[in-house]
């Protein structure tokens, strides 16, 4: 097979919904030095790539136009520029950047990518970083532990899935709140379900049969309301807003944060190899059905991630488990 000598990268020329993502056409970027051209077989899509495509999220509102989407890859080595010692081509590879993820191919800094163990699915692997850092560092400054008893708000989504399986890997006792769909799946992690509907601190207080040490709230309604009336410490509560912060780190360029952020996607890809978790692909996409992903997402019932693929076998979609559900009477 010829090598490709064309690359496409989805760009957006203004903050708009999923639809101002466009198809660009370019010649296959060529690494500099420390530098990495990867072919990415997967990617995932987070609310944050959506936040800063619609300006919610302003945080780099400078940066210039258009500008590429997407932060999460996984993919194979097919060129490395002078200098570079830690990969070869051929490698399967797991990375991150700020954007430029929803593409066939990335030109990466080689700080930005670690290994892909053989044995990790790349649907998988393409859904692992933003949201399993962000579970991870979370769980990591909380010190979850085997002596907490902890909720996780959305814990059937793409962080809180992570979250709650990792927490529940390290001994803590968990209660995820969810929609009645979800208690299923839950319950199949180990994880103790409960209803985010009225009335929610009751429900906690009886699942949890002992004092709740810690609270994640991932969703961003009512967290605060209810770790109050649950009697956690202020200081072991993490709201949507603290969420927000530690994305943001993860998606900072300067050298410092980019080794951070390396750093916990190799523990976040350890812990997945391990088998401390399993990463639910609840949608997997083909890379140019980027609208429609979205749009599943912005729904807010994702359960585990959603995925874009570059090289799937079918555009038929099957009717999943959430669609019978819900149109049951
Ligand atoms: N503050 C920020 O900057 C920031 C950054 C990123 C994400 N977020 C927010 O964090 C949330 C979860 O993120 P994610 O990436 O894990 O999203 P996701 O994969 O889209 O998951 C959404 C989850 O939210 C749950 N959910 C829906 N309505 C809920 C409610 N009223 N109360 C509690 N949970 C509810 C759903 O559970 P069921 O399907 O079981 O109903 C679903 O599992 C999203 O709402 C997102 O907008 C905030």
């Not at 399993?278 to 949608?283: E, M, P, Y």
Request: aromatic residues 6%.
């Amino acid at each position: 097979m010829r090598a490709p000598t064309e690359a496409f990268t989805y760009r957006y020329t203004h903050y708009g919904d999923a639809d101002v993502l466009k198809r660009h056409l370019h010649p296959l970027p060529t690494p500099g030095p420390g530098e990495v051209l990867v072919e990415v077989i997967s990617t995932a899509i987070n609310h944050m790539d959506a936040f800063l495509r619609n300006g919610k999220e302003d945080t780099w509102r400078d940066d210039p136009w258009p500008r590429a989407s997407g932060c999460d890859l996984a993919g194979i080595v097919r060129a490395v520029g002078p200098g570079v010692t830690r990969f070869r081509v051929g490698a399967d590879v797991v990375g991150h950047t700020r954007t430029g993820a929803h593409a066939s191919h990335v030109v990466l800094p080689e700080a930005q990518l670690v290994p892909k163990p053989r044995g990790l699915e790349w649907e998988v692997a393409g859904g692992l970083f933003l949201a399993g850092a962000t579970a991870l560092e979370t769980l990591d400054d909380l010190r979850i532990g085997a002596s907490d008893t902890v909720v996780i708000s959305a814990a059937a989504g793409g962080v809180g899935s992570i979250e709650a399986q990792i927490a529940k890997h390290r001994g803590a006792r968990v209660i995820g709140t969810c929609g009645a769909r979800n208690f299923d799946y839950l319950r199949q992690l180990g994880i103790i379900p409960v209803s985010y509907d009225d009335g929610m601190a009751e429900r906690i207080r009886r699942a949890a049969g002992r004092p709740v040490t810690a609270y994640i709230d991932n969703y961003g309604k009512d967290g605060r309301q209810v770790a109050e009336a649950l009697g956690v410490p202020a200081e072991r509560y993490r709201s949507s807003a603290d969420r927000r912060e530690v994305e943001l780190r993860l998606l900072r360029d300067d050298p410092e944060s980019v080794a951070q952020a390396t750093s916990v996607l190799q523990k976040v890809v350890d812990l997945a190899g391990a088998g401390a978790f399993r990463l639910l692909v609840s949608g997997l996409y083909p890379i140019d059905d980027i609208v429609d992903a979205f749009e599943d997402l912005a729904k807010l019932h994702a359960r585990g991630k959603i995925v874009l693929a570059t090289r799937p076998v079918t555009r038929v979609r099957t009717l999943r488990a959430r669609e019978v559900f819900e149109r049951m009477p």
